[in-house]
C-alpha cells in the first residue's frame, strides 16, 4: 500500500508537533489514549504545549510528567481507579508548573464540536451558576498573547429566544482549534479513512476540530478493507495528515477488541509516578531509554502483553487480574 | 442479621435510591455497583448509562473507568460524549435520568467541590476536576451524592463550586438558569442519609446508619444540621447482600 | 419476542399523532422515507399537521397532497429527478393552501440538533445576507398562537468572542421539538434500539429531539442481533415509543440494503400529482382503497418489487430500469 | 471536431473548473456529471462529496438524487446531513470545497433565488427551495453554477435571494458576516461562461460558446454585462466525451 501520507511516528511527530504547539489527544482515562505518540513526543522533548483535554488521562498525565505541557485546558485528570486524580498532573498543578483552566467534559466535547463545525462557540446549561463560569485558569495577559486563545474562558447569555426549549439562559463555549489532534484507532487505510470501534469518546471531533491530524492505528489495511462497511467508519480521508501503523499503539491503556488495559504497567506507573526519583527513573528506562513503542513493548514482555489480549467475544481480557 | 460492611451498607442505600425506569448516570466504583444492584433488586427496567456514551452495557465484569473497555460490550448503543451528555440535557429523556456522583467538598445546598482546596489558581490540594460531574449536576432531574462523612468535607462554604445543588437556597437553580424542579436527592455517607428540605433546599439528617448516633453525625458535619426527624437506616438484607456478592462485584474490586 | 413497545402501525399512528400536531418524519428525497407511515396517517385522516422537513420529498409531497398538512417548516421540497420541485407541494403552496417557511438543510438540521441536544439554539454562518433571514413564512400573529413555535425565525448575532474563529457574526436557529417523530430503519429490536444502514441523513437528531418516537423497521429481530456490533446502532432504546414491523415500510422510496427506489412508481406519481383528478384517484386506489400497506405491496405485485431488490454486494438495485 | 450535445459542452465546461484535490460538493443531474468527469480527466485527486453524508462514493450508476442509494456504495464515510454541512462550515476543510450548483434566477453579483417568483407568502410560482445550496454557497471556498441562459433568470434583482454570492458588491460578504475571500467563481450557462469582475463582483462574460454571438447572450441577460474581452470556449475533446458517455452517464439518464 502507498501513500504520502503514510509514514513512521517520529517522523509524523517531528513534521507536526513542535514545542509551543496547541494540541489534543483522544482517548478517554484508561482507553485508547494515543500513547505510543505521547511517548515520542516525550522522546523527542517537544515541550511548552498548550493541552486540550476532556478527561484523556493516562496520555494527558505523561506528557505533564514529563516536563512538555506548560498550559492545559482539561475537565479531568483522573485514571479511573488507578488514580482517581493523575498523580503528576496533581502534583505538578500544585507545585504551580502547570497553568490549568477547568471545564466539564460536555463544555470541553462542546468546544471541540465547535471547532469542528466551524462556529465559534456553542451554547450549553451546563455550569450556570457554578465556578466553571466565575473562575478562570488564564489570565487576560495570557489570553491577549496567543492569539490561538479567545479573550473570554466563556459568556453567560440570556436566550434571545425568550424561555424558548424552557431555557432562559445559556453558557456559550467557545471553539477550540487545536494547531495538531492525535487519535489512536483500530483501522485506517493508507489515505486516512479511519475506523474506531467500541465508544468514540469525542475522538471524531477533535479530529475534525484540528489544523493537522495524525492517526496511529492498530492497522493499515486496504480501502477496500473499511469500504465495505462504511457507517463504521468515522474520519474522511482528506481530514488526516499522518497516517502511521504503531501496532499496541494505545498501550499501555485499552484498545477496544484488541487488548486490555494493562494493570500491572498502571499500577507500577502510580508507584513510580507518586516519587520524583522513581519518576525520572521510569521515563529513562520505559520511555527515553527504549527506541520507539516497539521497544517499549518488547520491555513489557510477551508473557504481559499476552495477558491482555482482547477475548473476541467480549472486547476486552475477560478475567484479568486487575487489582 | 446479616453480616455487611460499611462499603455494602452504603452501596444498597444508593441502590434504593434508584426507581424502575430511571435511566442511572453513574461515575466509577460505588455508585457503579449501587446502579448494578438497583437492577437486580427494585429497578429492573433501570438503565444504566455512561458519560462516555455506553448506553446499558451487559457488565459481565466490574469496570474500574468509566472508559473501560468493559462498558462498551453488548450495549444498546455505543455513542459518543456528546451524545450521552446530550441525552442528559435533552428535554425528554433528561428528565428520566438520575445521576450518581461523589466529590471532595458537600455544602450545605448539595453544591459539590471536586476541582481544589485552596486558591484555584495556586492550590493546596489538586483533585481530578468535574469531568461529567458539574454536566449531570446542571441537567438531569436529581442526583444522589456519595461522601466521606467529614467536617472538612461537609463545609459551609465550597473552595470551589464544581457541580451546582441547590446553589443559594430555593429559587437559585432557575434564577441561574438551570431547573427548580432538579436537583440534589440524597447524600450517601459512611455515617447516614442526608436529604434537602424541599422548601429551605438545606440538607438535613434523614437516616442514622445502625449504631451511629445523631450526634456524631451532626459533630462531623461542618455546617448546621436539622437532625430532630432523623430514624435508623434499614440494613441490607441477606437477599441484597447476595446480589451485590455474587452478581455485581465478585471479584470484590470495588466493595473488598 | 414481547415488548410492550411492539406495536402495529395503525395503533401507533392512532396513539402518536393527532391532528394539528407538530411532527416530523425521517429520510430524504426518495430514500428511506416512512412511507407506510405516511399512508396510515393518510387513510387515518389526520389533517392539520404541522410538518418539520429538511429535504424529505416524497412522505411530505404525499402527506401535502392527501391534505394532512396545513404548515410546513422546509429546507427543500424535490425528489430528485422525478421531481425537481415536489408537485403536490408546490400546487398547495402556489394555491395558498399551506403556510410555507424556507430553512436550508443545514438550519433545519441544525435546529433538530438543538431540539435533540436540549439547547434552545444552534450557531451557524449558513444564511448571512439572504432572504432566509429576511423572509418569514409566518406570522407574529400565527407564532403567538402556538406555544410550539419560537416567536422568531430566527437571530443575526455578533460573535460575542470578537472574531474568534474568523467568525465575525452568526445566525442562531431555534431548537424543533416536535410532538412526534417518525422514522424508518432497517433494524430494530423489540424495546427500540435501532439500526440504520447506508447514510442517516438527519433521522437520529430528528429522533431525539421529539417528545415522541415512532420506528417503523423492515424487522424487528432479537436484541443480541443488535448488541453484537452496538456502533452500527443509533437509536437507544429509551428514546422509542413504538417499534412497527413494516416489510417495505419505506416503499416507494428506497431503503439501503433491502430495496431501491420505484421508479416506475415514482414516474407515475408525477403524472398523477400533475392533474387534480388523477391524484384524487390515485389516492383512492392506492392509498385509501387499501387495508394498509401490505395492500399496496400487493396492489404493487411480485414483480416489480423483485425488480428493486438490492443487490447484497451494492445495497441497490444494480442496473434497474430507471428512466 | 467532435459531435458534441450542449449539455456534454455543459458539462465539460463544468468540468474543468475542478482542480485536482478539490473536494466537490455536488447536487443532482449535469452537476453531479461534470463532477464525475473530472476525477477521470483532470482532477484525479478531486473528491465528491454529498450534502447527504457520502463522501467519495464508488458512483458505478448515476445517481438521480444526492439520496440515492447509489451514493452510499463502497464510501470513506457514509455520514450524516450534520457531518456533511459541518466538513463546509469547518475552517480547514471548507477551504477545500468547491460547490457546484443550479437555480431559477441569478442577479448580477451571483446571488441566486431557487425558492419563489412573485410575493414570498403568496408565490406565483414556488420552487424547491434551498436544500443544501444556501449553506453550500455561504461557506466553501467557491461556487459554480449552472444557469439556463433567459433574460427572466438573469434578472436585476431577485424575487427572493435563498444562495448569497457577493451580494451586493466588494466588501459585502465580509460585512454580512461570511468570508470575503470566498463566492461565485463561475456560472456556466447553456451559451457561455461568465465570471465575477475581481474588483467590482459583478457578473462579465468571459467566454462564448462555439456559434453563439456575443450580442446574442448580452441579449438573454437581463442586466448590463461587459462582454468586451469575451473568446470562444473551447468545445469538448473527444477524449472528454469519451469519458462523459462511457464512464460517467453511460445509460443517458442525465445528459441524454
Not at chain 1, 46 to 51: A, K, Q, S, T, Y
Not at chain 1, 186 to 204: A, C, H, M, N, Y
Request: glycine share 10%; charged share 25%.
Amino acid at each position: 500500500m502507498k501513500s504520502e501520507k503514510i509514514m513512521d511516528l517520529s517522523e509524523a511527530i517531528r513534521r507536526f508537533v513542535k514545542p509551543g504547539d496547541h494540541i489534543s489527544i483522544g482517548g478517554f482515562t484508561l482507553n485508547r489514549n494515543p500513547m505510543a505518540a505521547v511517548y515520542e513526543i516525550i522522546r523527542q522533548g517537544i515541550d511548552g504545549l498548550h493541552l486540550y483535554a476532556h478527561s484523556n488521562g493516562q496520555g494527558v498525565d505523561e506528557l505533564i510528567g514529563a516536563g512538555c505541557v506548560s498550559r492545559l485546558e482539561i475537565a479531568y485528570g483522573g485514571t479511573g481507579r488507578f488514580a482517581p486524580t493523575c498523580i503528576r498532573f496533581k502534583k505538578a498543578a500544585q507545585e504551580g508548573l502547570l497553568a490549568v483552566e477547568d471545564y466539564s467534559n460536555y463544555q470541553m466535547t462542546l468546544r471541540f464540536m465547535a471547532g469542528a463545525m466551524g462556529v465559534p462557540f456553542l451554547p450549553t446549561r451546563s455550569g450556570l451558576g457554578t465556578d466553571l463560569i466565575e473562575k478562570w485558569g488564564f489570565s487576560p495577559e495570557t489570553r491577549a498573547a496567543d492569539p490561538r486563545l479567545p479573550n473570554d474562558k466563556l459568556k453567560v447569555m440570556d436566550n434571545p429566544f425568550g424561555n424558548w426549549g424552557d431555557v432562559p439562559r445559556v453558557v456559550l463555549v467557545p471553539a477550540i482549534n487545536p494547531d495538531v489532534t492525535i487519535i489512536h484507532v483500530q483501522k485506517s487505510g493508507p489515505k486516512g479513512t479511519s475506523r474506531i470501534e467500541g465508544l468514540p469518546f469525542s475522538d471524531v471531533e477533535q479530529a475534525k476540530s484540528a489544523r493537522h491530524l495524525i492517526v496511529t492505528c492498530e492497522k493499515i489495511v486496504e480501502t477496500d478493507d473499511l469500504r465495505d462497511a462504511p457507517e463504521s467508519n468515522q474520519i474522511p480521508f482528506f481530514c488526516v495528515d499522518a497516517v502511521v501503523e504503531a501496532p499496541h499503539g494505545a498501550y499501555p491503556t485499552a484498545c477496544y477488541r484488541h487488548y486490555d488495559y494493562d494493570p500491572v504497567y498502571l499500577n507500577d506507573y502510580r508507584k513510580y509516578a507518586s516519587d520524583d526519583a522513581l519518576y525520572a527513573d521510569y521515563l529513562q528506562r520505559f520511555i527515553r531509554g527504549v527506541k520507539d513503542h516497539a521497544g517499549l513493548i518488547g520491555l513489557i514482555g510477551q508473557e504481559r502483553i499476552k495477558a491482555i489480549a482482547a477475548d473476541p467475544r467480549t472486547g476486552y481480557a475477560t478475567g484479568l487480574d486487575r487489582k | 442479621m446479616a453480616d455487611y460492611t460499611l462499603r455494602e451498607l452504603m452501596t444498597i442505600v444508593a441502590a434504593r435510591e434508584i426507581r424502575d425506569g430511571d435511566i442511572v448516570f453513574c461515575g466509577t466504583g460505588i455508585s457503579m455497583v449501587a446502579a448494578m444492584a438497583a437492577k437486580h433488586i427494585s429497578a429492573p427496567n433501570s438503565v444504566i448509562f455512561f458519560e462516555t456514551g455506553a448506553i446499558d452495557s451487559k457488565l459481565e465484569e466490574v469496570p474500574m473507568a468509566v472508559a473501560d473497555p468493559r462498558v462498551m460490550f453488548h450495549t444498546s448503543v455505543n455513542g459518543s460524549l456528546a451524545d450521552a451528555f446530550a441525552t442528559m440535557q435533552n428535554r425528554f429523556t433528561g428528565k428520566k435520568v438520575v445521576g450518581v456522583m461523589g466529590a471532595a467538598q458537600i455544602d450545605p445546598y448539595g453544591n459539590l467541590n471536586s476541582t481544589v482546596i485552596g486558591d484555584y489558581r495556586q492550590p493546596r490540594v489538586r483533585f481530578s476536576g468535574s469531568g461529567g460531574a458539574c454536566d449531570v449536576a446542571s441537567f438531569v432531574s436529581r442526583t444522589i451524592i456519595f461522601m466521606q462523612h467529614e467536617k472538612r468535607k461537609f463545609v459551609q462554604k465550597l473552595d470551589y463550586m464544581t457541580s451546582p445543588g441547590w446553589l443559594d437556597g430555593p429559587g437559585a437553580r432557575g434564577r441561574a438558569g438551570l431547573s427548580d424542579d432538579s436537583g440534589p436527592a440524597a447524600v450517601i455517607t459512611n455515617m447516614a442519609v442526608m436529604r434537602f428540605d424541599s422548601h429551605t433546599k438545606r440538607m438535613y439528617l434523614e437516616g442514622c446508619y445502625p449504631g451511629i448516633s445523631k450526634e456524631k453525625i451532626v459533630e462531623n458535619t461542618g455546617f448546621e444540621v436539622d437532625a430532630s426527624h432523623a430514624e435508623e437506616v434499614a440494613p441490607p438484607t441477606e437477599a441484597e447482600l447476595r446480589i451485590l456478592r455474587e452478581r455485581c462485584d465478585p471479584q470484590g474490586l470495588i466493595l473488598g
